[in-house]
């Protein structure tokens, strides 16, 4: 039973950038060993407590983590692993299991996704009695800063006064904003970055091109990787080949270059600065060290290169604070088009 009674093997994924699948067992989860060793040991000695906070940046694999845990208790095998066999595992896989409930943040209309009183309550109802055919219930909650407050301090009564048998599996990409009382009922599992090495070989097992360049730009976050392999890099050697022409473009030419920018999403304006931002900091890492390896555009490093020449930190610093302006305004009601043009002859310098 997921989200809501949710009856179905795979669900939206709200951290990892696309729809995923149920996770199997341990190898489907990328990194996190140490997290992954610990878990493991304290499934099979059953010395876990209550409530368990999982948290770290978003597309790093706490929700798959947790949601192999999972599978891991209900198992009728009760080990450190799912044996995928027996009728536990058979019932996790079809998205049924009696004793497994997942609420994810849901949308209305144009707000924000977020779990609401109502969801709260009908998973804690549903949860409320005896396990059917394992020795606990195991509810997930993803999103557990966007509960809104009702919801929150509904789950926080329950957490307080557990009935029977319940482990609580909370998911965040925003401790701080996650309830301090509910933080303080629960163990946190902290999840760090992923290596670029273990994005780049995530990738390529699914055959992704530019699978190192992709790894660069992910900064540690699978979820992102997996979107940017899907979007395709045309949006960042977009945002580089202009930085390499800024000086030599005409005003005629930097109004039709902001006019076709401005008419894109809000999301692309934003990875699209974002992609100039990696690039400065790139830009000064190598001011530092030439040899740097740790770039952002490792694979454009020749054209850094001949930026740096064209580029002195002053003028780099600089470029950082207007770009960090930039993206105020564009969450305010302003025409992007107008700003973005006054950005780039602000960054030609006339």
């Known amino acids: 039973v997921m989200a809501r009674t949710k009856k179905t093997a795979s669900v939206p994924a709200i951290e990892e950038g696309e729809r ?25 000695a059953q010395r876990l407590p209550h409530a368990l906070l999982f948290s770290g940046m978003a597309g790093v694999g706490k929700r798959r983590t947790a949601r192999v845990l999972a599978r891991t208790l209900l198992c009728a095998h ?22 497994y409930f997942e609420v994810i943040p849901e949308a209305r209309g144009k707000s924000a996704a977020m779990i609401r009183t109502e969801a709260v309550r009908d998973i ?28 929150a301090n509904r789950l926080l009564k329950t957490m307080e006064e557990p009935a029977g048998e319940i482990l609580f599996i909370l998911v965040t990409s925003a401790y701080d904003a996650v309830l301090p009382t509910i933080r303080s009922r629960a163990m946190r599992i902290a999840f760090g970055a992923l290596s670029r090495a273990e994005i780049a ?34 949006l960042r050697d977009d945002a580089l080949a ?43 890492i190598l001011y530092e060290d030439g040899t740097a390896t740790e770039l952002y555009h490792p694979d454009r490093r020749d054209d850094l290169a001949a930026l740096r020449a064209q580029m002195p930190r002053t003028k780099l610093f600089e470029f950082l604070r207007e770009t960090q302006e930039l993206m ?23």
């Open 201 to 234: 070989a995530a990738l390529t097992e699914r055959g992704s091109e530019h699978a190192a360049a992709i790894a660069a730009l992910a900064d540690g976050s699978l979820g992102r990787a997996y979107a940017l392999a899907e979007e395709g890099l045309a």
């Open 328 to 350: 105020r305004r564009f969450a305010a009601n302003v025409s992007p088009a107008l700003q973005l043009e006054a950005f780039f002859l602000r960054a030609r310098g006339k």
């Open 242 to 284: 202009l930085l390499m022409q800024i000086m030599t473009l005409s005003v005629e030419d930097i109004r039709a270059r902001a006019e076709a920018l401005g008419a894109r999403t809000h999301e692309e304006r934003t990875a699209w600065i974002s992609y100039l931002q990696m690039a400065a900091r790139d830009l000064l």
């Open 78 to 99: 009760a080990g450190d692993a799912p044996c995928g066999h027996c009728d536990s595992c058979r019932t996790m896989a079809a998205g049924v299991h009696p004793d």
């Open 124 to 151: 804690l109802i549903a949860a409320s009695g005896a396990p059917v055919s394992a020795a606990r219930r195991i509810i997930l909650i993803d999103g557990a800063d966007r509960m809104n407050e009702t919801a």
């Open 20 to 44: 995923e699948q149920f996770p199997q067992d341990w190898t489907d989860i990328c990194g996190h060993a140490e997290v992954i060793r610990r878990l493991r040991i304290c499934a099979a």
